[in-house]
C-alpha cells in the first residue's frame, strides 16, 4: 500500500491532507491519507561541506568519472564543463542541441563499460525531438580530455516548451534507462506504443532492451514529466514525477506499470492504475527533478520548492519525507552521488548557479529507519 504525504517545510511531522486527486483537479476533501500519530525525534541535519562557484549557467546533471573528475550539462549553453581538482573548465559545445524552454542538453550517463569505451550519453533537445547521443572522451597527451562529434543512439522522443524529461541512467542490468515527459502531448502517456510520459530501457546501442514488457522501447507508461532515476541496493528502480499543480510524486518504478498521467494523478488505489508512494499535494513544496539513493534514503531536488527532500526507504515502501535548506540555496536541479560517498546538489536559476557538497553521516541513516519504523506502528 502506498504512503501518501502532506509535508510541511522543515522537520516536523506532516499534516494531514487529501493524498491524491484526479488529474488536475486540486486536492478532494474526504480523501484518505496515511499519517503517523506519533513523531519521532527530528533527524540531523546534513551538514553543507563546501560551496563549489563554479560560474555554471542552468547546469542540468553531473556524472563523475572514475579518475574523479566531474562532467556537467549546461541546459542552455549546451556547454560540458569538466571539473577536476576544485577547478571548472569548459569541455566543449554539443553540436545539435536547440535549448528553448525547458529543452537544451538536459542528462547524462557514464557508459558502465567507460575504461574501454570512453562513451558519455546525453539527453538533448535538437531541432526535431528530444534524443539521446553518446560521445567519446579522450584524453589528449597533456592528460585533458576532447569530445568526439556526437552519434545518435535513440530519436523520436516529443519535444515541446516543457516536460521535455531528460533523465538518463545506466541500471544494475547494464540498460540505459530514459525518463522522459508527454510534451504536451496528453495522448502520448497511455499509449504503448509512443515515447512520450514514459520511462524507456535500451541498449547501449539504443536498441528495445531484451525483456521489455510490450516488446519495444517502453518500460513503464502513465507518466507526466519524469527527471529523476536512481535504484536502491536491492536493485529496485524509484522516479520522481512532476505533478501538474498538484501531487508530484516519488514512484517505485515496476515493468509495464502503468503511472496514471493523465487519468489520475498521485495514489487512487484505482484499479489498472499504480500508486505513488509519496505524494506532495502542492507542487510549491516539491516539483522534484534529480533523485539519489544513499544508504537507503532517497535524496530528492526540488525545484520550486527550493529544497532537498529526504526520503527513508524499506524494502519497497517509503517513510516521512523531510526537507533541508528551504529556501537558503534556491532550486535545486540534480542531486549527484560522489566517489567518496557524499553528495553534490546542482542549483538552477541562481545566476551563477553553484554545486554544494554535502556528506551525510552514518547517524542519519539510523535514525531515518527508526523513524520509518515508528511511522509504520503507528499508522
Not at 562557484?53 to 546533471?61: H, I, S
Not at 556526437?150 to 522522443?157: C, D, E, K, L
Not at 544513499?294 to 526537507?323: C, F, I, K, M, Q
Request: aromatic share 8%; net charge neutral; proline share 9%.
Amino acid at each position: 500500500m502506498a504512503i501518501c504525504l502532506a509535508v510541511a517545510a522543515c522537520t516536523g511531522p506532516p499534516a494531514p491532507a487529501p493524498a491524491t486527486s484526479p488529474a488536475g483537479t486540486g486536492p478532494q476533501a474526504g480523501s484518505a491519507v496515511a499519517v503517523p500519530t506519533q513523531s519521532a525525534a527530528p533527524v540531523p541535519t546534513p551538514a553543507v561541506q563546501e560551496r563549489l562557484e563554479f560560474q555554471l549557467d542552468t547546469p542540468w546533471a553531473a556524472v563523475f568519472l572514475p579518475d574523479g573528475t566531474a562532467v556537467i550539462s549546461e541546459r542552455g549553453t549546451a556547454l560540458l564543463k569538466a571539473v577536476r581538482d576544485g577547478m571548472a573548465t569548459t569541455l566543449g559545445k554539443v553540436p545539435g542541441v536547440v535549448a528553448g524552454g525547458e529543452g537544451g542538453l538536459l542528462g547524462l550517463a557514464l557508459s558502465p563499460h567507460f575504461d574501454s569505451d570512453r562513451y558519455l550519453y546525453a539527453y538533448l533537445t535538437s531541432r526535431e525531438d528530444n534524443r539521446v547521443v553518446r560521445l567519446a572522451l579522450n584524453s589528449a597527451p597533456d592528460g585533458a580530455l576532447t569530445l568526439s562529434p556526437p552519434q545518435p543512439v535513440f530519436s523520436g522522443i516529443p519535444k515541446a516548451n516543457t516536460h521535455n524529461g531528460g533523465r538518463i541512467r545506466f541500471g544494475p542490468d547494464g540498460f540505459l534507462y530514459v525518463g522522459t515527459g508527454d510534451a504536451q502531448r496528453r495522448d502520448q502517456p497511455q499509449d504503448r506504443n509512443a515515447l512520450g510520459g514514459k520511462i524507456l530501457r535500451l541498449t547501449p546501442d539504443g536498441s528495445p532492451a531484451p525483456g521489455n514488457p510490450f516488446g519495444n522501447a517502453v518500460y513503464s507508461l502513465g507518466h507526466r514529466n519524469v527527471q529523476g532515476l536512481a535504484w536502491d541496493s536491492a536493485g529496485r528502480l524509484w522516479a520522481t514525477e512532476f505533478g501538474p499543480d498538484v501531487d508530484d510524486e516519488l514512484n517505485l518504478i515496476l515493468p509495464g506499470a502503468n503511472y496514471g498521467w493523465p487519468e489520475v494523478t498521485g495514489a487512487p488505489h484505482r484499479a489498472g492504475f499504480e500508486d505513488a508512494k509519496v505524494v506532495w499535494p502542492s507542487t510549491s513544496e516539491s516539483s522534484p527533478s534529480g533523485l539519489e539513493i544513499v544508504d537507503g534514503v532517497a535524496y530528492l531536488g526540488a525545484l520550486r520548492g527550493e529544497r532537498l527532500w529526504a526520503v527513508p526507504l524499506s524494502g519497497t515502501e517509503a517513510g516521512v519525507p523531510v526537507a533541508y535548506f528551504t529556501g537558503q540555496y534556491g532550486r535545486i536541479r540534480d542531486v549527484i552521488r560522489t566517489p567518496e560517498g557524499g553528495l553534490w546538489l546542482l542549483t538552477n536559476g541562481e545566476n551563477p548557479d553553484f554545486a554544494l557538497v554535502l556528506l551525510p553521516s552514518q547517524r542519519i541513516g539510523h535514525r531515518w529507519r527508526r523513524r520509518f519504523h515508528l511511522h509504520q506502528k503507528f499508522v
